[in-house]
């Protein structure tokens, strides 16, 4: 992973440098710092030749151009960079920072021992996002995005979709939440075997249903919402729980 | 055969458009319910022929009461009077049509469904513009029964005179006489709901008004506030100034360690950012649910980085929206440990507007739900209505989304408003 550097105070500069360095040495080798400067111009003029995977900014800069400019050119760059901030106030414009440019982390410049731990785990937290970025993590996940922030739902934990009173939307039940978004259910289709559309409104998770009740044709949900099942999709479902419960033995 | 017909026809037209009227979704017990209501208003009609007001009475407050029961709303007996009316008014107007052209039987029914769907068509109209949003106080509601009253009086006055024997010359003057009514309470109730739509609004702009007073008099703490911190700052160099004289390197250390973490307040670097809000109602209302935070002693934290100039729904319903959404976010945080409440408002491009809402919380989100669920009787009487309030403004504008979810220890509340074309001319 490559990290490049803008920090003005040339202290703290230091003081990340070392962190970075040590913790590539004895624990993740792949890390690497491709750039360094005290000068966001640098910065700016840098993305566009050189290949960089994560960012680590301090936000006031005591210079003309503004952290979250440069994080905004850095998104417009690449869309998947890792942008780690620096700030010495806690707190400062935080879900600013999130959700216009989605800042993975922020540090906040407190004793130097406090500073470089926060260091190493961001860039831990930053390691591990970079490389799942690399498998097939993608199919766990579903992806809701607000503003540039993007909300990862694991796909065990979801309950059901369903087409939303507001035209063109989706509706999102999960464990931890309730989502909405734009979309229509057959764009759905990619979804794992365990998601099934019983219903023309419904997409439901089968392994997070309590009950299935072909009688009255509805299933219930874990969290007591009831989702109906349409008159001929009873066999097809069946069919399916049939199968996913021999792939299961 | 044609007379079951028919009698379905007069089932669908009267049911069917109610639960039209009222939004709700016709389920199979429901509609149970109603043919069981329609069998015992027909027995009523048969054994009570000598009467035939009960039937009619009955049919209003039968169905008006089911309807009532399943919406709530007192507006649910006036529907169920003006439909029959339409119906009958509708039944009257074809008749006659029939009659002077000399036209076919089967084209009666045809023209009847047609005018009806047309009429019915009207009504919901009529009933989105002027009953939406609009909560009623309880002698407007009183009001309205007595209409509804008063209108079945005049209906079975108009429909039970004495028949002529020509029945077309009778239904002509009959069918003048319920068009006139029906104009006459149209507008009693046009005008009525205008009349309660401004109060409201002037109600609200007088408690927007009182936000801000506090907002003003919140500004003047402010300012005390800065101005003690800098003649702090005045004594904290003047004491620095004392150490190096002395060349008290030690001393200094110790009282720089003390000194050192002091940050200003978030309470006040959030009132700050206020400043960069220029809808004033917004405003009064942020202002006053920051204070009631602080109050109860919540940690707040507001983020406004750029100046937000115009709303892109009615600013009357945004002030709406976040009062409840903070008001959640307070209630779902006392509990906890270190209560912290987050606010953003951001504009993302010139085309959407984020409200962020984030507090700590000790609940799952299962029983977060559950809170703001409408009527949840734990809480008492006056909460539980942000749900419901909130489920009604996002079927009114769909470009309003709303996420709500917990991340962690946090309870997240995100609503993206976009920019729709009514809004496309006011600038950002």
Redesign the interface.
Same mark, same amino acid.
């Given at each position: 992973m490559r990290v490049a550097i803008c920090e003005d105070d040339p202290f703290h500069q230091q003081l990340i440098i070392e962190a970075i360095q040590n913790y590539a040495l004895f624990q993740a080798p792949s890390i690497d710092i491709v750039f360094c400067t005290q000068q966001p111009a640098d910065l700016l003029a840098q993305i566009a030749t050189t290949a960089i995977d994560c960012y680590i900014l301090d936000i006031e800069l005591g210079n003309a151009i503004n952290g *979250?400019d440069i994080a905004k050119a850095i998104r417009d760059q690449d869309p998947l960079a890792h942008i780690i901030f620096i700030t010495s106030?806690?707190?400062y *414009? @935080? *879900?600013?920072f999130t959700?216009?440019v989605a800042a993975l982390d922020f540090i906040v410049k407190a004793t130097p021992a406090q500073m470089q731990h926060d260091v190493v785990e961001a860039l831990q937290a930053a390691l591990t996002k970079y490389t799942q970025l690399g498998t097939t993590a993608s199919t766990k996940w579903f992806q809701?995005k607000?503003?540039?922030k993007v909300?990862n739902i694991a796909l065990e934990d979801i309950y059901y979709f369903e087409t939303s009173? @507001?035209?063109h939307?989706l509706e999102l039940y999960?464990?931890?939440?309730?989502?909405?978004?734009y979309g229509a259910l057959k764009d759905l289709a990619y979804l794992d075997d365990h998601f099934f559309r019983c219903h023309k409104s419904f997409i439901i998770h089968l392994k997070n249903v309590k009950e299935f009740n072909f009688k009255s044709r509805y299933v219930l949900m874990e969290?007591g919402s009831r989702c109906p099942i349409a008159f001929r999709l009873i066999v097809p479902l069946q069919k399916r729980l049939k199968s996913l419960k021999e792939d299961f033995a | 055969m044609v007379f079951s017909m028919i009698s379905f026809i007069n089932f669908l037209m009267l049911f069917g458009s109610l639960f039209y009227i009222c939004n709700i979704r016709p389920t199979i017990q429901r509609l149970m319910v109603c043919l069981i209501l329609n069998a015992f208003l027909g027995w009523i009609a048969l054994n009570f022929s000598a009467l035939p007001w009960l039937a009619l009475l009955g049919s209003v407050l039968l169905n008006g009461g089911f309807f009532y029961r399943m919406t709530k709303k007192s507006t649910a007996f006036l529907h169920s009077a003006s439909l029959l009316i339409i119906v009958i008014l509708i039944e009257y107007m074809s008749l006659f049509v029939v009659e002077r052209l000399q036209l076919a039987a089967s084209l009666h029914i045809l023209l009847i469904i047609v005018l009806f769907t047309l009429a019915l068509w009207l009504y919901k109209i009529f009933v989105e513009k002027t009953f939406h949003q609009v909560t009623l106080p309880i002698k407007v509601e009183l009001l309205l029964v007595i209409l509804s009253t008063v209108t079945i009086i005049v209906f079975y006055l108009i429909v039970f005179l004495p028949m002529h024997s020509d029945i077309v010359a009778a239904s002509w003057s009959k069918l003048m006489m319920l068009a006139c009514y029906f104009l006459f309470l149209f507008l009693t109730i046009w005008l009525l709901l205008q009349a309660v739509q401004k109060e409201q609004l002037a109600q609200q702009q007088t408690l927007a008004q009182q936000d801000l007073y506090t907002y003003m008099g919140q500004l003047e703490n402010v300012n005390r506030e800065i101005q003690k911190v800098q003649h702090d700052y005045a004594n904290i160099l003047l004491s620095i100034r004392g150490f190096l004289d002395k060349d008290n390197l030690y001393g200094l250390k110790k009282y720089f360690e003390k000194i050192a973490p002091q940050?200003q307040q978030?309470y006040i670097a959030s009132l700050k950012q206020l400043e960069q809000l220029q809808l004033f109602e917004l405003k009064g209302i942020v202002s006053a649910k920051l204070l009631q935070a602080h109050t109860q002693s919540i940690a707040v934290?507001i =983020?406004i980085?750029e100046p937000i100039q115009s709303s892109f729904i009615e600013s009357i319903d945004l002030v709406k929206l976040v009062g409840i959404l903070m008001d959640n976010a307070i209630e779902a945080t006392v509990h906890h440990q270190q209560p912290h409440l987050?606010l /953003?408002l951001?504009s993302?491009q010139t085309n =959407?507007q984020?409200i962020?809402i984030?507090n700590t919380t000790k609940e799952r989100? /299962?029983d977060i739900?559950k809170l703001f669920q409408e009527n949840y009787s734990s809480k008492g009487d006056k909460r539980g209505f942000g749900l419901y309030n909130i489920k009604q403004l996002?079927?009114r504008y769909?470009n309003i989304?709303?996420?709500?979810?917990? =991340?962690e220890e946090w309870f997240?509340q =995100?609503v993206?408003i976009e920019r729709t074309r009514k809004h496309a001319s006011s600038d950002l």
């Amino acid at each position: 992973m490559r990290v490049a550097i803008c920090e003005d105070d040339p202290f703290h500069q230091q003081l990340i440098i070392e962190a970075i360095q040590n913790y590539a040495l004895f624990q993740a080798p792949s890390i690497d710092i491709v750039f360094c400067t005290q000068q966001p111009a640098d910065l700016l003029a840098q993305i566009a030749t050189t290949a960089i995977d994560c960012y680590i900014l301090d936000i006031e800069l005591g210079n003309a151009i503004n952290g *979250l400019d440069i994080a905004k050119a850095i998104r417009d760059q690449d869309p998947l960079a890792h942008i780690i901030f620096i700030t010495s106030y806690s707190n400062y *414009l @935080q *879900l600013t920072f999130t959700y216009k440019v989605a800042a993975l982390d922020f540090i906040v410049k407190a004793t130097p021992a406090q500073m470089q731990h926060d260091v190493v785990e961001a860039l831990q937290a930053a390691l591990t996002k970079y490389t799942q970025l690399g498998t097939t993590a993608s199919t766990k996940w579903f992806q809701v995005k607000m503003g540039e922030k993007v909300k990862n739902i694991a796909l065990e934990d979801i309950y059901y979709f369903e087409t939303s009173s @507001q035209p063109h939307k989706l509706e999102l039940y999960e464990r931890n939440g309730h989502y909405s978004f734009y979309g229509a259910l057959k764009d759905l289709a990619y979804l794992d075997d365990h998601f099934f559309r019983c219903h023309k409104s419904f997409i439901i998770h089968l392994k997070n249903v309590k009950e299935f009740n072909f009688k009255s044709r509805y299933v219930l949900m874990e969290n007591g919402s009831r989702c109906p099942i349409a008159f001929r999709l009873i066999v097809p479902l069946q069919k399916r729980l049939k199968s996913l419960k021999e792939d299961f033995a | 055969m044609v007379f079951s017909m028919i009698s379905f026809i007069n089932f669908l037209m009267l049911f069917g458009s109610l639960f039209y009227i009222c939004n709700i979704r016709p389920t199979i017990q429901r509609l149970m319910v109603c043919l069981i209501l329609n069998a015992f208003l027909g027995w009523i009609a048969l054994n009570f022929s000598a009467l035939p007001w009960l039937a009619l009475l009955g049919s209003v407050l039968l169905n008006g009461g089911f309807f009532y029961r399943m919406t709530k709303k007192s507006t649910a007996f006036l529907h169920s009077a003006s439909l029959l009316i339409i119906v009958i008014l509708i039944e009257y107007m074809s008749l006659f049509v029939v009659e002077r052209l000399q036209l076919a039987a089967s084209l009666h029914i045809l023209l009847i469904i047609v005018l009806f769907t047309l009429a019915l068509w009207l009504y919901k109209i009529f009933v989105e513009k002027t009953f939406h949003q609009v909560t009623l106080p309880i002698k407007v509601e009183l009001l309205l029964v007595i209409l509804s009253t008063v209108t079945i009086i005049v209906f079975y006055l108009i429909v039970f005179l004495p028949m002529h024997s020509d029945i077309v010359a009778a239904s002509w003057s009959k069918l003048m006489m319920l068009a006139c009514y029906f104009l006459f309470l149209f507008l009693t109730i046009w005008l009525l709901l205008q009349a309660v739509q401004k109060e409201q609004l002037a109600q609200q702009q007088t408690l927007a008004q009182q936000d801000l007073y506090t907002y003003m008099g919140q500004l003047e703490n402010v300012n005390r506030e800065i101005q003690k911190v800098q003649h702090d700052y005045a004594n904290i160099l003047l004491s620095i100034r004392g150490f190096l004289d002395k060349d008290n390197l030690y001393g200094l250390k110790k009282y720089f360690e003390k000194i050192a973490p002091q940050e200003q307040q978030p309470y006040i670097a959030s009132l700050k950012q206020l400043e960069q809000l220029q809808l004033f109602e917004l405003k009064g209302i942020v202002s006053a649910k920051l204070l009631q935070a602080h109050t109860q002693s919540i940690a707040v934290h507001i =983020e406004i980085p750029e100046p937000i100039q115009s709303s892109f729904i009615e600013s009357i319903d945004l002030v709406k929206l976040v009062g409840i959404l903070m008001d959640n976010a307070i209630e779902a945080t006392v509990h906890h440990q270190q209560p912290h409440l987050q606010l /953003a408002l951001l504009s993302i491009q010139t085309n =959407e507007q984020l409200i962020i809402i984030r507090n700590t919380t000790k609940e799952r989100y /299962a029983d977060i739900e559950k809170l703001f669920q409408e009527n949840y009787s734990s809480k008492g009487d006056k909460r539980g209505f942000g749900l419901y309030n909130i489920k009604q403004l996002l079927h009114r504008y769909p470009n309003i989304t709303l996420n709500t979810y917990m =991340e962690e220890e946090w309870f997240v509340q =995100e609503v993206r408003i976009e920019r729709t074309r009514k809004h496309a001319s006011s600038d950002l």
